[in-house]
């Protein structure tokens, strides 16, 4: 131990910024360095106050960071501190600061601290925020993503933190799970595509991650998404080629990209809990995948596998079953009795040392390579945080996201008009955010306001369309307001904007996915009134509305747009974005009826035995624009797949508005040893049309594209005819030998 100090110490004094030798490291480390290490406790834990209960400003605590650094020897931080929201950089970084010269003198390495910054730099404040997940997968635009992820990177760095707990990569198929906000969508493909994107934005492109990235953090490590209620954090029932079919493609393919961390599920898969679970944590995750970094859990979720899962009759069985699957860091987070147990497990035998230190070592590796083993010097600057660039591409993605599923002729809205936009929304910068929005729940709209950079709709009707005239009556509940009446008789055309109350996890479960009969009544009223009527959604998941759909004259979905969406919105009903966004899931006509897009030959039968049962409301990759788009029959290069077979065809924009259009490239397997599908979609890309002119998309096929997870849970290709077909739907044949 001491010379461990002297070591650092030595370090400090030379001022080196040299690389360590993370095996001398950890042969100078004591287990109980060492299990600290493998230890994440919560920020309210260091902070006056106490546990989920901080004081105001915050202010670090000296006892508690003895007990932390001193005592225990605890090698990362997360979280903003629960109850207390965003922080000014300036904040983050005096706190950090703070908690890195505690440690230090405590002779400990420096801290790694994590962070959910899942759509911009979500708890700093004034930073960049951008639409949730499931609005950046609806651009179809992997370089926004991309991006946004960038800019989520810079503006987390600028406050001092270097690891960020972003992508989800469940599947957002499960349309009343609490955090299907959080996903890139239903479908594997369009899923893997944008996390590899914000895995390569958070990150960067180089081997190293440089001071102006972070690690990117996988979540939640496998089938989390898929629990059968649909409530979190209860069980997803998987057969392993389930799993292997849907769920791991995004995942595998984020891994061998580089991503340096996972989070694991806090679920169970068919009775496992996958804290507990070797054959995910090690056997498919280490030994199949190759995966070399950092293995965390989620919130608590050793000790849940005692008091939730109770697969384990104490804490400590509960630690062993853990570390044993493979657990490399706890997110404890809120006490030190991981550290004892540990400990007590290693020293009387349980767990060997060598299990610990392969742990830890991952654990260095990655400190190492956020430069934190060297005391770099950390004089940067960000000068770029919320800069206009920032915004800019902040507003972009809000723009591409915005996705038009009906318009009867009334929009674009034309000017020197009167309009009413009336609901919920009008005046709330939590409903656009939703949950991850300077507090957990993102249910402040306060902390939104103070802490924010948006606009409410009301303000950015009045900004952004000065030759409209909107009036935006404040809402006082579903029940037409005089403020109501009189803004609808004098608009020519009405626009309601209906939210959902922000959530997330098990706050955010809800006990269907209907609107409440105060809501359809609501949008029942405003139809009387006769005017053209125009809905906006900002919903965390599609919520049914088969029953007010025939009652509007056009329908946006807007997902939750973040603090620019507003702008984005405004600019979108009067003609100066042209909407592209496409749905990245199915949207279900009835709350009975959630059926995927991708789904078997056997969910087409209906009850008359006729094979329509397939009715969304919206099919998944729909969406309307203010142009027209004619797509030409596909052409396949070959109708017999070598190595590669192209598809391509030509689309012209066929209207009088430049505008993106989404190329989308399906493929059906005729006949397979495994039941195939009714389609998957196998290429995508959004391309820009100017008004009256033609593009040609080209996609390469190849047989990685047309596989399938066989019988024995192998991903093959298997020989036969398949279909192939895009926007157009003209089908052509392929044969695979
Ligand atoms: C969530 C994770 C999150 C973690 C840290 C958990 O409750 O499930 O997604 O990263 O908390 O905030």
């Given at each position: 131990m001491k010379s461990f100090v002297r070591l650092f110490i030595c370090l400090l004094i030379a001022g080196h910024a040299q690389a360590q030798s993370i095996d001398s490291l950890l042969a100078r480390m004591s287990l109980i360095e060492k299990v600290g290490q493998m230890t994440q406790i919560d920020l309210s834990v260091l902070v006056k106050g106490g546990y989920c209960n901080p004081v105001e400003p915050l202010a670090l605590d000296e006892a508690?960071?003895?007990?932390?650094?001193?005592?225990?020897?605890?090698?990362?931080?997360?979280?903003?501190?629960?109850?207390?929201?965003?922080?000014?950089?300036?904040?983050?970084?005096?706190?950090?600061?703070?908690?890195?010269?505690?440690?230090?003198?405590?002779?400990?390495?420096?801290?790694?601290?994590?962070?959910?910054?899942?759509?911009?730099?979500?708890?700093?404040?004034?930073?960049?925020?951008?639409?949730?997940?499931?609005?950046?997968?609806?651009?179809?635009n992997t370089a926004l993503v991309e991006r946004g992820a960038e800019i989520t990177a810079y503006e987390t760095r600028a406050s001092g933190i270097p690891w960020n707990f972003?992508?989800?990569?469940?599947?957002?198929?499960?349309?009343?799970?609490?955090?299907?906000?959080?996903?890139y969508g239903e479908d594997v493909h369009l899923c893997t595509q944008m996390g590899l994107a914000a895995v390569k934005g958070y990150q960067g492109a180089s081997e190293q991650i440089d001071d102006l990235h972070v690690a990117a953090c996988l979540k939640h490590f496998l089938g989390y998404s898929a629990s059968l209620s649909g409530k979190d954090r209860t069980p997803a029932y998987l057969a392993e080629r389930d799993w292997r079919d849907l769920y791991l493609p995004p995942f595998e393919a984020a891994i061998r990209a580089g991503a340096r961390t996972i989070m694991v599920n806090s679920g169970e898969i068919s009775g496992i809990p996958v804290h507990a679970n070797p054959r995910i944590l090690n056997d498919l995750l280490r030994e199949e995948l190759g995966f070399k970094g950092v293995v965390v859990t989620d919130w608590e979720d050793i000790y849940k596998l005692h008091i939730n899962h109770r697969v384990a009759p104490d804490f400590r069985e509960a630690v062993k079953l853990a570390i044993l699957a493979g657990v490399d860091m706890?997110?404890?987070?809120?006490?030190?009795?991981?550290?004892?147990?540990?400990?007590?497990?290693?020293?009387?035998?349980?767990?060997?040392?060598?299990?610990?230190?392969?742990?830890?070592?991952?654990?260095?590796?990655?400190?190492?390579?956020?430069?934190?083993?060297?005391?770099?010097?950390?004089?940067?600057?960000?000068?770029?945080?919320?800069?206009?660039?920032?915004?800019s591409a902040a507003l972009q993605t809000a723009r591409e996201s915005l996705t038009l599923l009906k318009n009867e002729g009334t929009l674009p809205l034309a000017p020197n008009q009167s309009y009413a936009i009336l609901g919920p929304v009008n005046h709330s910068l939590t409903l656009i955010n939703g949950a991850w929005t300077h507090t957990w729940l993102g249910r402040d709209e306060a902390a939104a306001q103070e802490h924010g950079l948006g606009m409410t709709l009301a303000q950015a009707a009045e900004t952004y369309a000065p030759q409209h005239r909107f009036s935006s009556p404040?809402?006082?509940?579903?029940?037409?307001?005089?403020?109501?009446?009189?803004?609808?008789?004098?608009?020519?055309?009405?626009?309601?904007?209906?939210?959902?109350?922000?959530?997330?996890?098990?706050?955010?479960n809800t006990q269907s996915l209907e609107l409440s009969r105060a809501e359809i009544d609501?949008?029942?009223?405003?139809?009387?009134?006769?005017?053209?009527?125009?809905?906006?959604?900002?919903?965390?998941?599609?919520?049914?509305?088969?029953?007010?759909?025939?009652?509007?004259?056009?329908?946006?979905?807007?997902?939750?747009p973040g603090d620019h969406g507003p702008q984005a919105l405004i600019e979108t009903l009067i003609g100066e974005n042209n909407p592209s966004g496409r749905l990245p899931f199915t949207y279900p006509q009835s709350a009975g009826s959630v059926v995927h897009y991708d789904r078997k030959h056997t969910e087409d039968f209906h009850s008359d035995y006729s094979t329509n049962a397939y009715?969304?409301?919206?099919?998944?990759?729909?969406?309307?624009?203010?142009?027209?788009?004619?797509?030409a029959h596909l052409l396949l290069s070959d109708d017999r797949l070598s190595d590669t077979v192209y598809a391509y065809w030509t689309i012209q924009n066929s209207g009088t508005m430049d505008g993106y259009e989404v190329a989308q490239l399906y493929m059906q397997d005729l006949y397979a040893s495994v039941t195939p599908s009714v389609r998957k979609l196998i290429a995508f890309e959004k391309v820009f049309i100017p008004a009256g002119e033609f593009?040609?998309?080209?996609?390469?096929?190849?047989?990685?594209?047309?596989?399938?997870?066989?019988?024995?849970?192998?991903?093959?290709?298997?020989?036969?005819?398949?279909e192939i077909w895009g926007n157009l739907g003209n089908r052509k044949r392929l044969l695979v030998p």
């Open positions: 508690a960071l003895a007990t932390a650094f001193g005592k225990y020897r605890v090698g990362s931080v997360l979280n903003c501190a629960c109850g207390s929201g965003s922080k000014s950089p300036a904040t983050w970084n005096f706190l950090i600061d703070g908690i890195q010269a505690s440690a230090q003198s405590h002779g400990l390495m420096p801290i790694l601290y994590g962070i959910d910054a899942i759509h911009g730099t979500t708890y700093s404040s004034k930073g960049t925020l951008f639409p949730q997940p499931l609005g950046q997968a609806a651009t179809w972003s992508p989800v990569l469940d599947l957002g198929r499960q349309p009343l799970w609490s955090r299907m906000f959080e996903t706890s997110m404890t987070p809120n006490d030190f009795r991981f550290n004892d147990l540990l400990i007590d497990l290693v020293q009387s035998g349980e767990i060997s040392e060598d299990r610990i230190d392969a742990s830890v070592k991952r654990i260095l590796e990655l400190k190492q390579e956020l430069g934190l083993l060297e005391h770099r010097e950390q004089n940067l600057k960000f000068p770029f945080y919320a800069s206009a660039d920032f915004k404040f809402f006082k509940g579903y029940t037409l307001s005089k403020e109501d009446r009189k803004a609808i008789k004098k608009a020519s055309s009405v626009v309601v904007c209906l939210g959902e109350e922000p959530g997330t996890e098990v706050p955010g609501y949008i029942k009223a405003v139809a009387a009134c006769g005017k053209p009527l125009t809905l906006v959604l900002f919903f965390n998941r599609p919520r049914i509305i088969s029953e007010i759909e025939p009652l509007a004259t056009a329908i946006v979905y807007a997902y939750l009715q969304p409301q919206y099919d998944f990759g729909f969406g309307l624009s203010y142009t027209t788009f004619e797509h593009r040609t998309v080209r996609f390469a096929i190849d047989r990685s594209m047309l596989s399938l997870v066989n019988a024995q849970n192998q991903r093959v290709t298997e020989s036969g005819e398949f």
